[in-house]
């Protein structure tokens, strides 16, 4: 098998699922420390920092640093940044994004924005989604955290930001530009992060259409992992299935 | 010009724009009126009763009572109660909905419902969508006023009841049964109160997409006046144009 220097791993489905760690998944990220192997998280979750995300892994029992965590709300400020740093924007989502945006200097208003921004929202509001229609209407750059349709929760599943971000969609006729997986933006900015070429890394995931899919337009190796949404089979039956598959991470282990 | 025994007739464009009456269409209606020729109105807004919309129009010299009023409230009330009348059912929607289906005798419910019924509610919430959102994915039937995209308002387009049931759709990924325009549904439900065949009414409405194209796909002829959304020329330029166009109702008045 072959080595490769450094890893992007998600979190939902291969680290963790809802509350409960994956003890193989645990052990293994805990060998990549142990070894010095660069390893880098990347989550379409929007809400949370990446300090939260860090103390919740912590908890876990899973040594990291926040600048190990890749949260979308980070990757769409930073993608704004590049696109245009003087930018006021309007912000649909919660804390996460909100200071995501405000740590690389944007203004946040609700009076005529350059870009609108939608991240997963549980205070949403008409009027909110109604300030981001006419934004958008009127001109206003579209940018929206991911496209994740629902999200898992205790109760069942509820709308996802992709969902929300429909509202606007719909209402403006208008796209927005998707960071999340499966877009390769966030795979693309690890990468940059690691300063590595793309063949000696390898992306981690158990979501074939999210995970898998922006290792494989971002052109690296991907490596699913049979403890989430997309069952072993369903991934192999792919058009562009994973370049390898591991029922648990302590399977993986053995080719550090 | 053929003469026609009655007629369906659209409200926002065609008997007024916003809280502005247009005064060719009120004179239109009180000859109807004078001279007992039957004519209903039918709405895709479904927040108001037909006795608020008897209301309105009365504010604006249109004397009409409330059974003349067919709202897709009362249309979507009607048409669930002829599938299933002893559903259970979950509504996102405000006072107007919320009163048609208790009208029609329906128990709701936030708790496994057997419909959820969807209209324009600005007062969404993310619990709201997420209990629309759980009930559909369990199977519940699904229903909706209208797929209106984005609805007019002094402060510019905010997100219609089809902006704000594609949540429901994303994160479901099951398709509602829409009632409203440009659905035909509404114009059968006034052809059978009328009593009368197909050859004999005619709709009267300014919006191509919902009103006239309604009235093509329930086979009854359609009368385009070009005081609201569509122009003439975009209307006459469609693959099924409007039978006849008049600039206002004002015109029309001379083939009653």
Redesign the interface.
């Known amino acids: 098998m072959k080595k490769y220097k450094a890893y992007l791993i998600d979190l939902d489905g291969t680290m963790y699922r809802g509350s409960e760690p994956i003890p193989e998944a645990v052990q293994f990220v805990n060998q990549l420390r142990e070894r010095g192997i660069p390893h880098l998280y990347m989550t379409n979750n929007s809400t949370s920092s990446p300090e939260t995300v860090a103390e919740r892994l912590a908890g876990m029992g899973v040594k990291c640093e926040a600048d190990q965590v890749m949260t979308t709300s980070l990757a769409t400020a930073r993608y704004l940044h590049e696109q245009t740093p003087a930018a006021s924007v309007y912000v649909v989502g919660e804390q996460g994004l909100e200071e995501a945006l405000e740590g690389y200097g944007f203004r946040l208003t609700e009076n005529e924005p350059d870009a609108v921004v939608m991240g997963l929202?549980?205070?949403?509001?008409?009027d909110k989604?109604?300030k981001a229609?006419?934004a958008v209407?009127?001109g206003a750059m579209f940018i929206s955290t991911n496209e994740d349709?629902?999200v898992p929760?205790e109760?069942?599943?509820?709308?996802?930001n992709?969902?929300?971000t429909?509202?606007?969609?719909?209402?403006?006729?208008k796209n927005p530009k998707f960071i999340g997986k499966p877009q390769p933006i966030m795979v693309d900015m690890a990468m940059q992060a690691l300063g590595l070429s793309k063949d000696e890394v390898a992306l981690i995931g158990d979501n074939y259409d999210t995970d898998i899919l922006a290792g494989v337009r971002a052109g690296i190796d991907t490596i699913h992992v049979n403890t989430g949404v997309t069952s072993r089979e369903a991934a192999a039956a792919k058009e562009t299935p994973p370049v390898c598959q591991v029922e648990t991470l302590a399977e993986w282990a053995e080719y550090l």
Request: no cysteine; net charge neutral.
């Open positions: 929202d549980r205070g949403i509001t008409y989604l109604s229609t006419e209407r009127n349709a629902a929760t109760q069942g599943f509820h709308p996802g992709g969902a929300l429909a509202v606007v969609t719909t209402a403006s006729q």
